[in-house]
């Protein structure tokens, strides 16, 4: 009973001091979601890293926190090994930190060890390719972007992920001198942004043999000797991962460049052809020496990768790596260095291809790289490629990274100071520009913009732009009314290119066409701006538009408008153009399709009010027998039924109507008296005028009359 006592009391007195280890080993960072019962991810040797997304408290980073149990790790090789192990891991994240590229994962905070926890942090990291290929060991909340990174990651994300890892591996080799020796999928983590980093220097060496990172590999040969030596099974903890071993490395102890390569090949074809339902390891072996020595003589060959097999996978580089889309983001990686006229050849590739990458690879490599350049002397080149991305965007990501901090800026510029090229590309666009904004930006920058533009830079692209905005009722009416049409009547009146006035009556027709609440804009101030244009029109393209536009926007306008303003107009026209048969008979067609618009609303009976309307009320049929036996006299068919209901009604007094069949159906004549429709009383010219002249007042400035 004591004995038991006292093992529980130092059971809990250890918990106590594991869990003010853990608490003293993670000061300075603030773990985000579950704490530390919330790995999102694990990595490094045999998944035995968790991850944990905080933030710094002194900074309020964004990192990833490392966070290891060195007791899981005496479980399976024992407290000396597991030391040991530990070593080299301090060694490996030591030589990690002096590594500074962009395909080494960057290391904040160097690994430290507080009871039985070792932890380091590093930038903000999503996963392990580990976690991405299924393995979970370690990740205690799978969020649902690792769940599904093969699955959202294009061929071509993948393909210059992998590219990095080579970048960083030609690096380790040539600039630093080590070879990494355990590359792994567990050891290459993917960030947020799909750019791939090289980890894990527990099992590296330098080639020359001449630093203190060689002392793990000498422990490690003494430890397992050449491990084709025997066909046991080797501990997976002690050393690197077998599956991914090259031959040289497992047979003989022999190490070169070449063991990075293979076993970067063979990670290289399980990330291209794994699917989240089946995984696609080249070397499914185990711990088992004897499986792999007679799996390794046959591997299968690769055509996606353009090479025979994994171990001629770098005799030819730059068959696996050729495509133009990864090589422009190679060349944008490197594109500040460049001069202006080696971007400008670039920035015509970059475009033909930019529309085949991701949300993602565009807004973590495309869009840096060339909003540093959008207001510079290289503007034309690059604000093409900018625009083409709108479409791949989402509409926040296009608000916060392109129109609220870019767009607005090219578009708040005077009519005096706006720049011509810049204009053009942005209204060559502006359709997926529209498709992505609020109506807040639309009606605060893009109507702005646009009636700029109506005043600085007049051509049909424009008014097109401005007639597809309109008929879609992108533009609020009260907007159309007092920006868009006031100088798109300018243009048809003051404009020299007859093709521009002609394209320009045709947007103020479809404009006009789209009004609602504003109907009354047009009788008060387009028709009598077109009266001035008919007086000193001689061209006959822009007449007959106008005459088309006298057509389209008639039902818009009441039938005394039409007989004492638009006819009269038209036919002044009419006298003046007997000399052109071709103008002639398109105006007089104009003026007979008005004519007969008036004639039928003349000769259309006003509508009867709701309150003075009568609803006919049939008279209660008594029930009656025939020869139809049982069915009632209301319901019965044919000439008897009919037959007798009139004898009803005459015997009763009452005089049958003209129409029976209507009657029968209750709608007979004399229920409703037929009233003579009242003549249509047109008011003169005159006072038509007057009221107009009262109303319109207030847009004379706009309008220019």
């Known amino acids: 009973m004591f004995k038991t006592l006292k093992a529980a009391a130092k059971s809990k007195v250890t918990e106590a001091a594991t869990e003010l280890d853990l608490k003293q080993i993670l000061k300075g960072y603030s773990l985000e979601g579950d704490g530390v019962r919330g790995s999102t991810a694990s990595g490094g040797h045999h998944l035995w890293w968790k991850c944990f997304n905080a933030l710094r408290d002194k900074t309020g980073e964004k990192v990833t926190v490392h966070l290891a149990d060195k007791r899981e790790l005496e479980e399976h090789i024992g407290k000396e090994a597991a030391s040991k192990i530990v070593d080299r891991m301090k060694l490996g994240n030591a030589q990690q930190m002096k590594v500074l590229h962009p395909s080494v994962l960057k290391i904040l905070e160097a690994l430290r060890e507080k009871g039985p926890y070792l932890m380091f942090a590093t930038e903000r990291v999503l996963c392990s390719c580990e976690n991405a290929l299924g393995g979970t060991h370690n990740v205690e909340v799978a969020t649902q972007s690792t769940k599904q990174l093969l699955k959202n990651m294009t061929l071509l994300e993948k393909k210059y992920g992998l590219f990095q890892v080579a970048e960083g591996l030609a690096f380790l080799h040539t600039q630093v001198g080590v070879l990494h020796l355990n590359l792994t999928p567990a050891y290459i983590f993917v960030t947020p942004s799909y750019e791939f980093k090289i980890s894990g220097f527990e099992f590296s060496v330098h080639k020359d043999g001449s630093r203190e990172l060689c002392k793990n590999f000498q422990d490690f040969k003494e430890e397992n000797g050449a491990m084709s030596m025997f066909n046991a099974l080797i501990n997976p903890y002690k050393g690197p991962d077998l599956e991914y071993a090259s031959p040289e490395y497992v047979g003989k102890m022999s190490l070169s460049q070449k063991t990075d390569l293979f076993s970067f090949g063979c990670t290289m074809h399980e990330l291209l052809h794994s699917t989240p339902m089946q995984r696609a390891k080249l070397l499914t072996v185990g711990a088992d020496v004897a499986l792999y020595n007679s799996k390794v003589s046959s591997l299968p060959t690769d055509p996606t990768l353009g090479v025979a097999t994994v171990r001629d996978l770098f005799t030819k580089p730059d068959s696996i790596f050729t495509e133009l889309p990864i090589k422009c983001l190679v060349y944008l990686a490197r594109f500040m260095e460049k001069d202006d006229n080696a971007k400008k050849g670039f920035c015509k590739d970059l475009y033909s291809v930019v529309d085949t990458y991701s949300a993602a690879v565009v807004k973590a490599k495309v869009l840096p790289v060339l909003l540093g350049e959008l207001y510079g002397s290289l503007q034309v080149f690059v604000l093409p490629i900018v625009l083409r991305t709108v479409a791949v965007l989402s509409q926040n990501d296009f608000s916060e990274l392109l129109f609220q901090p870019h767009f607005t800026r090219m578009m708040g510029k005077t009519a005096a100071n706006v720049n011509l090229q810049t204009s053009a590309l942005l209204l060559e666009k502006m359709d997926d520009i529209t498709a992505k904004t609020t109506p807040d930006e639309l009606r605060d920058h893009i109507v702005p913009f646009l009636a700029t533009q109506l005043e600085a830079n007049v051509s049909k692209g424009l008014l097109s732009v401005v007639a597809g905005l309109g008929k879609k009722g992108a533009i609020p009416e009260p907007m159309v009314v007092k920006d868009i049409l006031p100088r798109v009547l300018w243009i048809v009146r003051k404009y020299t290119d007859t093709s521009v006035k002609t394209y320009a009556v045709g947007v103020l027709s479809e404009l006009c066409k789209g009004l609602m609440e504003e109907k009354a804009i047009i009788v008060e101030k387009i028709l009598p701006g077109m009266k001035t244009i008919l007086q000193n029109e001689k061209d006959r393209d822009v007449l007959e538009a106008i005459g088309s536009f006298y057509t389209s926007t008639a039902a818009l306008m009441d039938m005394a408008t039409v007989a004492g303003i638009v006819i009269p107009s038209l036919s002044q026209v009419l006298a003046g153009c007997s000399s052109d048969p071709k103008l002639f008979a398109c105006i007089l067609s104009t003026i007979r399709s008005l004519l007969d618009a008036v004639e039928a609303?003349?000769?259309?009976?006003?509508?009867?009010?709701?309150?003075?309307?009568?609803?006919?009320?049939?008279?209660?049929?008594?029930?009656?027998?025939?020869?139809?036996?049982?069915?009632?006299?209301?319901?019965?068919?044919?000439?008897?039924?009919?037959?007798?209901?009139?004898?009803?009604?005459?015997?009763?007094?009452?005089?049958?109507?003209d129409d029976w069949a209507a009657f029968a159906q209750g709608t007979s004549a004399q229920t409703v008296p037929f009233q003579q429709p009242a003549p249509v009383v047109q008011p003169p010219v005159s006072q038509q005028t007057a009221a107009t002249n009262k109303t319109a007042a207030t847009l004379d400035d706009l309008f220019g009359f």
Not at 636 to 655: I, K, N, V
Request: cysteine-free.
């Open 601 to 657: 609303q003349q000769r259309r009976p006003p509508p009867v009010p709701v309150q003075q309307q009568q609803l006919p009320v049939r008279p209660p049929s008594p029930p009656s027998t025939s020869w139809r036996g049982d069915l009632p006299a209301g319901t019965q068919q044919g000439a008897d039924s009919q037959q007798d209901e009139f004898q009803r009604l005459s015997s009763s007094g009452m005089s049958a109507p």
